[in-house]
Structure formats: structure tokens, C-alpha cells
T-cell receptor, first 112, second 111 residues
Framework: AQSVTQLGSHVSVSEGALVLLRCNYS??????LFWYVQYPNQGLQLLLK??????LVKGINGFEAEFKKSETSFHLTKPSAHMSDAAEYFC??????????FGKGTRLHILP | SAVISQKPSRDICQRGTSLTIQCQVD?????MFWYRQQPGQSLTLIAT?????????ESGFVIDKFPISRPNLTFSTLTVSNMSPEDSSIYLC????????FGPGTRLTVL
């Protein structure tokens, strides 16, 4: 069965600092992995996805994630945090029958 | 990509009543998914709706509580029946294969 674990329900970084949000996955088949972002009172927006092509995936808003099979990880990074990055971030894996299984989410706080 | 709209965007309902949420997609899709996001929580899949067949429900969700219709390839409804305050959540529909696109959600508050 597929699952994802996000380490840290809350992460705080200073504006301009590196953003690192951690995600580990479990999958019995080659995984499709996703990062979604949810801004306050808004729907989900796809940041980026991994679908077995390049292991370093670039997404929108300067975010990227690296798929590491040996570590079963898919951590999300951004070199320099901006105040507008404050949101809830969800790591997800595609399971059987195209179902998306979400992690519990990490709320990113940006400190001025 | 797909553009998804949901109605209503939000509602406040009384205990014991039912609410039907509509999901409209701008293209034909085989499968549609319904999720629930309880306050401060992640998303949980309620059911998968295929056109022309009964919806498939995840563990913990039943058809009597969350009946789903899928009359054509661009539309689906989810009904939250006999509501209680514990049903207060955001309900989202989504579509997609290699990646899923989500509607804006319906924010439901049950008093």
C-alpha cells in the first residue's frame, strides 16, 4: 500500500532563508509523487510532480523537489523564502486506481 | 489541465438536514474523486465516481451518508445526508490521471 509521511506539522523559516519540507513515501510500485500547496481559504494547487522521469523536479514559484529512491524521500525545497510562501503544503503519492493519498500536511510560516 | 467548479462555495446548515454539492468539469473525464478536509486536517478520499457505475467508497464512508451521482462525463454530485457538526469540513472534487486537479472546494458548517 502507498503512504506518505511528512515530518513536521509546522515549519518556520526567516524570509530569504532556505525552505526545506520533508516527505517520505512508501510504495509497492514505482511511485508518482506530488507536492500541493493550499493557501488560506483556497483550494489545492499543484506545485510539482514526479512521474519517473528526472529525479530533480522543478515546480512553480521557485520550488523544486528531489526524488531519492534509496531514501524513499521527496523533499521540497526553495532557496529563498518569501512571505507569500506561507501556506499549507501537502506531499502526496498516487495509489492504485489513480487515488491520491495525502500526507498530513506541513504549515510553513515565514518570519520577517 | 482541467478547470473544475463547485457549487455552493460555502454553506451553513442545520443538524439533520442534507446538502448536495455539485462538481462541474470543463472536459470529459472517466473518474472523479470526492475528498473531505476536516478543519486543520489533511485530505481524505471519500469515494471514486465513475460514469455509468456505482461509486466506490473508501473505508469509513458509506453510500447512505454520502450518496454520489455521476450522470455524465463532466458532472457529479455529492450529498452529505443527515448532517451533524462533525460533518463540518471542506469537500473537494478532483479529476485526473497522472496528476489530479482540484476544485475550489465547498466549505460546509453544520450547526
Amino acid at each position: 500500500a502507498q503512504s506518505v509521511t511528512q515530518l513536521g506539522s509546522h515549519v518556520s523559516v526567516s524570509e530569504g532563508a532556505l525552505v526545506l519540507l520533508r516527505c517520505n513515501y512508501s510504495s509497492s510500485v514505482p511511485p508518482y509523487l506530488f507536492w500541493y500547496v493550499q493557501y488560506p481559504n483556497q483550494g489545492l494547487q499543484l506545485l510539482l510532480k514526479y512521474t519517473s522521469a528526472a529525479t530533480l523536479v522543478k515546480g512553480i514559484n521557485g520550488f523544486e523537489a528531489e526524488f531519492k529512491k534509496s531514501e524513499t524521500s521527496f523533499h521540497l525545497t526553495k532557496p529563498s523564502a518569501h512571505m507569500s510562501d506561507a501556506a499549507e503544503y501537502f506531499c502526496a503519492v498516487r495509489g492504485r486506481d489513480d487515488k491520491i493519498i495525502f500526507g498530513k500536511g506541513t504549515r510553513l510560516h515565514i518570519l520577517p | 489541465s482541467a478547470v473544475i467548479s463547485q457549487k455552493p462555495s460555502r454553506d451553513i446548515c442545520q443538524r439533520g438536514t442534507s446538502l448536495t454539492i455539485q462538481c462541474q468539469v470543463d472536459s470529459q473525464v472517466t473518474m472523479m474523486f470526492w475528498y473531505r478536509q476536516q478543519p486543520g486536517q489533511s485530505l481524505t478520499l471519500i469515494a471514486t465516481a465513475n460514469q455509468g457505475s456505482e461509486a466506490t467508497y473508501e473505508s469509513g464512508f458509506v453510500i447512505d451518508k454520502f450518496p454520489i451521482s455521476r450522470p455524465n462525463l463532466t458532472f457529479s454530485t455529492l450529498t452529505v445526508s443527515n448532517m451533524s457538526p462533525e460533518d463540518s469540513s471542506i469537500y473537494l472534487c478532483s479529476v485526473g490521471h497522472n496528476e489530479q486537479f482540484f476544485g475550489p472546494g465547498t466549505r460546509l458548517t453544520v450547526l
